[in-house]
């Protein structure tokens, strides 16, 4: 080949580097065009297209700037750029339903949504840019967007306490705690009680072994004809706090024979008093005197009874203690007395007080229960129990074991069992790769997870020890709510600083009042500064609220102050000595900062004072719609027929101005009274005594007060 022909280029490769020039140009192409052609751009022009269609364009594209839009918290290792699709989310204008998606306002909330960004609350991947991979599970992205029925599970990542907002959460925080969880597995926030179940120690002095079999193999216990719960062992409509346990009858019959030789030490049963109870051991109605003294100490503030009326059964009374309707057909009667003289010392952490009872009084009410709440039939079911053999004590020892038993309940002599489940805590930060579905036909996501686990545990995991729960669909998403808020420890400092903390209670009385404190269970029914109940009124300041020679009296005897509700504080039989001491702690030590009792004399208050003041509480203002005086006047609000024995002027005074200060939440309005119509109003309450006129001429009563 000569050298002029070694330079010149064939056909052919002219025409390979024209074709690979064109794909070059093509591959280079690709990527603007592609770029060209994003989702967030398409959303980008249709919210400019769709502000412009509005009267309040202006103000819609005034903080618009196109191109991507990026929330950047370093401290937080946030990324955020949601708002780049969602331009709208904090335009109050665009909160109408109509406005379309993704422009429409986000709802009110107190976080800034321009400053927090998007995945902080609903999760997601926030550094996509399109909508699959930013609400969805990719292999590069395993937490998906959190659906709204869930949201307020983001609430509970940082706030560990209840709050208003977010009811779903409490309920769900609320049921893992009824429901002894944390009896089995560590759950973030959520404190392990001393005791939750009973004390198993001596339970075969107070159940037979054919109860005890009964109660395993049905938790709940009472059901009708078709099958279908009417009243369970503790609850009605709910799940109780034993769960069913997947047991063969030859388990259930081993773990009976266990139990039932669990006696503890020996004790002696109560001998009553012959010459108290020897009158009532020869009385027809014995029965019927003890179901009157039974509703007299209202023992159903605190225990439901199922009622059937017609086709319909319903349990009346509370639920702070076990439903007690056939309770006769279930304990021991010697075992009944012991209890109700001393629930402690048979249980140690039982919320139930220890009531100073008469011989007479105990009498009736344990022959009441052992005659009238029974049922003769609930153990018909149950196949013949013979004295149990060694074989089947050790096999019901050794499944109490395995199965988890002594998680929740204590014997004496066997260590309890911590974390016998799988760690919670963090459930609700794992990645889906980090779940064992098994061979479950669900959807591969953390919540499916979750609430299969739940429902349904050998779906899941075919060597599950987890007990079945019956829920409803309501506290199934509930309970889910509470797990998926629970996401470990936070990462950094920053972190740490936005956790805000659940307020730990911590009122502890020592000396007589302590003492009293304790055996009365007050706590179960009553706040003290922010530890205790909410069945009852909030204690923490009623030494301001009340005048010590009511308490004292109400404490030996109480009242209705509420006639509509139902609950009522049941009567302890208190001597005088234990009422004057409760009266005088409170007295001296619950008292409210906004009430000066020292600066308010009652004799300032004049009977003309008080005229004025009925005359504002009956015609200007009306308080006769929702409080009672006498017999006349409404239901709303407290008794007020003997309040001049019962409130100290000066809270009466500072309630009139604002009653949200002193009780936050109540419903008594404020109504910007006057000085004057306070102190008429004042001087006309404390007027208001039993036994004394109150609807002739107040000054009469006014100077007899003073008198």
Excluded at 25 to 45: C, G, I, N, T
Excluded at 278 to 291: I, P, V
Excluded at 494 to 514: D, E, M, N, T
Excluded at 608 to 617: D, I, N, S, V
Aim: aromatic share 8%; with cysteine; glycine share 6%.
């Amino acid at each position: 080949m000569t050298a002029e022909k070694m330079g010149e280029i064939s056909t052919r490769l002219r025409a390979t580097f024209a074709l690979a020039s064109v794909a070059f140009v093509v591959v280079l192409a690709v990527s603007p065009v592609k770029d060209f052609f994003q989702s967030w751009k398409k959303y980008e022009k249709d919210y400019v297209s769709y502000a412009q269609t509005r009267p309040d364009t202006k103000r819609l594209l005034a903080d618009f700037h196109p191109g991507i839009d990026q929330i950047w918290l370093p401290e937080m290792r946030v990324l955020d750029r949601c708002t780049t699709c969602h331009q709208g989310i904090s335009q109050a204008g665009l909160s109408d339903a109509s406005v379309p998606q993704p422009f429409r306002a986000h709802p009110a909330i107190p976080h800034d949504v321009k400053k927090w960004g998007c995945v902080i609350c609903h999760r997601g991947q926030g550094p996509a840019t399109e909508k699959s991979e930013a609400h969805e599970t990719t292999l590069a992205w395993e937490q998906p967007l959190l659906p709204i029925r869930f949201i307020q599970a983001s609430c509970g990542v940082c706030h560990r306490a209840d709050l208003p907002q977010t009811p779903k959460l409490n309920r769900g925080r609320e049921l893992l705690s009824q429901l002894n969880c944390s009896g089995c597995h560590h759950l973030q926030d959520i404190e392990r009680p001393a005791m939750l179940g009973p004390d198993l120690s001596n339970v075969g002095n107070k159940l037979t072994r054919q109860w005890i079999y009964k109660w395993l193999k049905e938790p709940h216990t009472i059901v009708d004809a078709s099958g279908n719960t009417v009243v369970d062992g503790y609850e009605m409509e709910e799940e109780p706090r034993m769960p069913q346990f997947r047991l063969t009858d030859q388990e259930i019959k081993a773990l009976s024979a266990y139990l039932t030789t669990l006696k503890g030490q020996p004790r002696e049963p109560y001998k009553f008093d012959p010459s108290a109870v020897a009158s009532l051991q020869k009385s027809a109605d014995l029965a019927d005197q003890g179901e009157i003294r039974f509703r007299q100490m209202f023992c159903t503030t605190c225990h439901s009874l199922a009622v059937t009326q017609g086709d319909e059964t319903k349990l009346i009374g509370g639920d702070i203690g076990p439903e007690l309707t056939k309770v006769g057909s279930k304990v021991n009667p010697d075992w009944l007395v012991a209890w109700l003289r001393d629930p402690q010392s048979y249980l140690p952490h039982a919320l139930m007080p220890r009531y100073r009872w008469s011989d007479q009084d105990l009498y009736k009410v344990t022959q009441y229960i052992n005659a009238r709440l029974i049922d003769p039939d609930l153990l018909s079911n149950v196949p013949p129990l013979e004295e149990p053999a060694p074989e089947e004590i050790r096999l019901g020892q050794r499944l109490f074991l395995e199965k988890g038993c002594a998680s929740c309940h204590v014997i004496q002599g066997v260590g309890p069992q911590k974390d016998f489940g799988p760690d919670l805590a963090i459930l609700g930060s794992k990645n889906v790769s980090q779940l064992e579905f098994g061979n479950s036909n669900i959807p591969r996501n953390l919540i499916s997870y979750i609430q299969a686990k739940i429902t349904d545990p050998l779906s899941v995991n075919a060597a599950a020890r987890m007990p079945q729960y019956r829920l409803t669909p309501t506290d199934l998403d509930a309970i889910t709510t509470a797990l998926l808020s629970m996401t470990g420890s936070a990462a950094n400092s920053s972190l740490a600083r936005l956790i805000v903390p659940r307020a730990q209670g911590a009122f502890h009385p020592a000396g007589a009042f302590g003492e009293l404190y304790d055996r009365y269970k007050c706590a179960v029914c009553h706040r003290f500064n922010g530890d205790g109940g909410n069945l009852a009124p909030d204690l923490s300041f009623e030494g301001s609220r009340a005048q010590p020679q009511w308490i004292t009296g109400f404490l030996k005897n109480p009242e209705t102050l509420r006639p509509t509700l139902i609950f009522r504080m049941p009567q302890f039989n208190m001597t005088d000595q234990e009422a004057a001491v409760i009266a005088d702690y409170l007295g001296m030590v619950t008292q409210s900062p906004a009430v000066k009792l020292s600066t308010v004399d009652q004799k300032q208050f004049t009977p003309q004072m008080a005229e004025m003041g009925k005359q504002f509480y009956e015609v200007k203002y009306q308080c006769n719609a929702c409080h009672t005086i006498g017999s006349a006047g409404g239901y709303v609000g407290p008794n007020l027929s003997n309040a001049g024995n019962w409130l100290n002027a000066a809270w009466i005074e500072e309630w009139l101005k604002d009653p949200q200060v002193l009780v936050p939440g109540t419903i008594e309005p404020r109504r910007s009274l006057t000085e004057q119509e306070v102190q008429a109003l004042t001087a006309y309450v404390l007027t208001l005594k039993k036994g004394q006129p109150t609807s002739t001429t107040a000054a009469a009563a006014v100077r007899g007060a003073e008198q």
